[in-house]
């Protein structure tokens, strides 16, 4: 199997913060792997790195064999590269076909046509992408009056328009209710193997139930690259997510039960108003 | 008969707008009507030197003029979001290169109107590709920056431009080796070639290029993520509106006793022109169209009987569509057609940002549209949701 995509010592710093530290990754073609990490290990930084919309400070990034490290955020996208943004980021003016067909049309019909025309097979792939994400029925709902699930549903056809050999999402299931979020799972279990599949996601029932393989990243580094029952019972694994949730502590002293998932939201909402909760944000 | 162009006058413009057909928001349908309106607004303008006096004629014509400048500059402003403040520069490039061209070399029909287009289209070229690079307020500085600078060299540069006293002396354009005298076969003149530029920015406008220039102005980053060169995108919808700027300009020196002078290309034209896509409402192409025949009329029919106050009724207007028509007069007249019910006063506070099922798309280039930072419900099922690098916009989430 070749490595779709290939990262060699990739690095990003900002001043003396090194956000993504050394990064070694393969990933092979056709896999469904996942980032996962807690707060501050670099999962948004090193995808923006993959993308191309952050440039790297060190390292390379290869996709299927050709370095891409020095080309914009755009070649990368016409190299098969898509991506679903972790706040839904869409053309709130235009409804939910024009949205994939603005993606569709860039890469199957010709964009750059500057008279009226139709284009039937970008509406046929438009259709087709809508019916697979399930919002056929709201095809011609502007995006503003889509609900936030409804969005982040239209954020993975807007990505698959793209025709792309490789899709990274990140924290798709963010905001979705348990339905919701099941009903991505299904969709991204049922998309094609060819197309490889990078996912960073918080919400560990979906990243076990996707991925075949996890890595775990930690401020900065990668801490393991395993199958998700290797991740599940890996002591460092425990350790780093346990440990940045006590470090949250030390900063919000007031702050209760400590191991206690349903603790620690709680504890996030107390230091909001509080001045030191700067302080908590920077770790 | 003095009484009759001030309908028509605002009608001229219309048929722009009509050719326009639905506007760019292009979540409204398209009226059934919208086709023989705009037929029939075609005609009712054909029509007008058969019946109206020379005098208004030669106005109605300027109107058309100053509208195709204002749907040009919508391009920009409405479609791709690039509120520009120079572009009356592209205009007095097309006006002085169709004079300078008719003057010196030849007349001949086509031939000033496409010089005029070439050169604008040249210059946007090269401006452009400085100005599409900035962003916001920079670009409107940029583009100011960059009309004053033509403005200068059209002054300084006497010996070729008349300097302040104007490029006169422009000869009647030609057809088929007639030089046009009458009013109203020049009229037809700039109608044929108005209509003609229209249906260029409304078919760009429409086209799959067009809606990748609203993208951009929708969402920028996304464009690029999607695999789309904004720049490239927001040079070519540039250069397109300096060539159709330059072809009105080509028109307003094709006029009988044709006088071009650097206020033609200076900064009060780039502000009415931006001011008239205002009050039209941007995005639409045909509102700034009404728009630009509204400027006109108030500043040069009505404006000499005000001693001189037009300037100061524009203002007013500007104020009231301002704060009365978010959509400007397009906005009005789709709100009406589409929900039966409300009168136009209803429609006119600001739609509420939340956006109801069928609010009106905000098209407007003035305002940004912004990406929703409100998602609803967010962190439900997540093991870090005191994350707070992940989701900026929504700290405020509670849970318990």
Redesign the interface.
């Known amino acids: 199997m070749s490595a779709l995509l290939e990262l060699r010592g990739v690095g990003r710093s900002f001043g003396a913060l090194k956000a993504v530290d050394g990064v070694d990754l393969d990933i092979e073609s056709g896999a469904r792997h996942a980032l996962i990490g807690?707060?501050?290990a670099g999962k948004?930084t090193l995808f923006r790195l993959i993308?191309g919309?952050m440039a790297v400070t060190s390292g390379t990034v290869t996709l299927s064999g050709d370095e891409v490290t020095k080309l914009?955020?755009?070649r990368r996208?016409?190299r098969g590269l898509?991506?679903t943004?972790?706040?839904?980021?869409?053309?709130?003016?235009?409804?939910a076909a024009?949205n994939v067909?603005?993606?569709a049309?860039?890469?199957r019909?010709?964009?750059?046509?500057?008279?009226?025309?139709r284009?039937r097979d970008v509406d046929d792939r438009v259709t087709d992408l809508l019916d697979a994400v399930g919002l056929s029925e709201r095809a011609?709902?502007?995006v503003?009056?889509l609900?936030?699930g409804e969005r982040r549903q239209l954020e993975i056809a807007?990505a698959l328009a793209?025709e792309p050999r490789l899709l990274l999402m990140d924290?798709p299931?963010?905001?979705?209710?348990?339905a919701e979020?099941g009903r991505l799972t299904e969709l991204v279990l049922a998309l094609p193997r060819d197309i490889t599949v990078i996912i960073v996601e918080?919400?560990?029932?979906?990243v076990f139930a996707l991925a075949e393989r996890v890595t775990v990243l930690h401020l900065g580094q990668v801490l393991l690259t395993g199958s998700p029952d290797e991740v599940r019972g890996s002591a460092a694994v425990q350790e780093a997510?346990l440990g940045s949730s006590t470090r949250?502590e030390l900063f919000a002293p007031a702050a209760s039960t400590p191991h206690s998932?349903q603790g620690?939201?709680?504890?996030?909402?107390s230091t909001?108003g509080r001045p030191e909760s700067s302080l908590?944000?920077a770790s | 008969m003095s009484v009759e162009p001030a309908p028509s006058a605002v009608d001229a413009p219309s048929a722009a707008a009509t050719g326009t057909g639905a506007p760019s928001?292009?979540?409204r349908r398209r009226l059934p009507l919208t086709g023989l309106t705009a037929l029939a607004v075609l005609i009712l303008l054909a029509a007008v030197p058969l019946f109206v006096a020379p005098f208004q004629t030669s106005m109605l014509a300027r109107m058309l003029i100053f509208a195709l400048l204002a749907v040009s500059l919508d391009l920009l402003v409405g479609v791709t979001g690039l509120p520009s403040l120079g572009h009356a520069a592209y205009f007095g490039v097309g006006a002085y290169t169709a004079g300078l061209v008719a003057k010196y070399w030849t007349a001949a029909a086509p031939v000033p109107l496409l010089a005029a287009v070439g050169v604008a289209a040249f210059a946007a070229t090269a401006t452009g590709w400085l100005a599409v690079r900035s962003h916001g307020v920079f670009f409107l500085m940029l583009t100011l920056a960059i009309g004053e600078l033509i403005q200068q060299l059209a002054e300084s540069w006497s010996g070729v431009t008349g300097g302040d006293n104007g490029l006169s002396g422009i000869p009647a354009v030609e057809v088929a080796g007639q030089p046009l005298t009458l009013v109203g076969y020049v009229y037809w003149y700039v109608l044929v070639f108005a209509v003609l530029g229209f249906a260029m920015i409304w078919?760009?406008s429409?086209?799959?290029?067009g809606?990748?220039l609203?993208?951009i102005r929708?969402?920028e980053?996304?464009?690029?993520?999607?695999?789309?060169?904004p720049f490239r995108y927001k040079l070519a919808g540039f250069v397109?509106a300096g060539a159709v700027a330059g072809l009105a300009g080509g028109l307003l020196a094709s006029q009988q006793f044709a006088l071009v002078t650097p206020a033609d290309l200076g900064f009060t034209t780039s502000a009415l022109a931006l001011l008239a896509v205002a009050v039209g409402g941007a995005g639409s192409l045909w509102g700034p169209a009404i728009g630009a025949a509204l400027v006109v009329l108030i500043r040069d029919v009505y404006g000499p009987d005000l001693d001189g106050h037009g300037t100061l009724v524009l203002g007013a207007v500007f104020i009231v569509a301002v704060y009365l028509l978010r959509n400007g007069i397009a906005g009005l007249a789709t709100t009406r057609f589409r929900r039966r019910g409300p009168p136009p006063s209803d429609a006119a506070p600001p739609p509420d940002p939340t956006?109801?099922?069928t609010?009106a798309?905000?098209?407007g280039g003035f305002r940004q549209?912004r990406?929703?930072?409100r998602?609803?419900?967010?962190?439900?099922?997540?093991?870090?949701?005191?994350?707070?690098?992940?989701?900026p916009?929504n700290?405020?989430v509670?849970?318990?």
């Open positions: 807690p707060n501050g948004s993308s919309e914009s955020q755009v996208a016409r898509a991506q943004m972790q706040h839904s980021s869409l053309f709130l003016t235009q409804t024009q067909a603005l993606a049309q860039r890469h019909g010709s964009a750059r046509w500057l008279l009226p025309r284009q011609q709902v502007p503003s009056s609900s936030h807007v793209c924290e299931a963010a905001g979705m209710s348990l979020s918080h919400d560990l029932d979906v997510y949250g998932p620690r939201p709680k504890a996030n909402v909001q908590g944000d | 928001g292009s979540t078919a760009v429409r086209s799959p290029f809606a990748a609203r993208g929708d969402n980053p996304r464009m690029r993520s999607l695999g789309y060169s397109i956006q109801g099922a609010g798309p905000v098209s549209n990406q929703d930072g998602q609803a419900g967010e962190s439900s099922q997540r093991l870090d949701s005191d994350d707070p690098s992940s989701d916009p700290p405020g509670k849970r318990s």
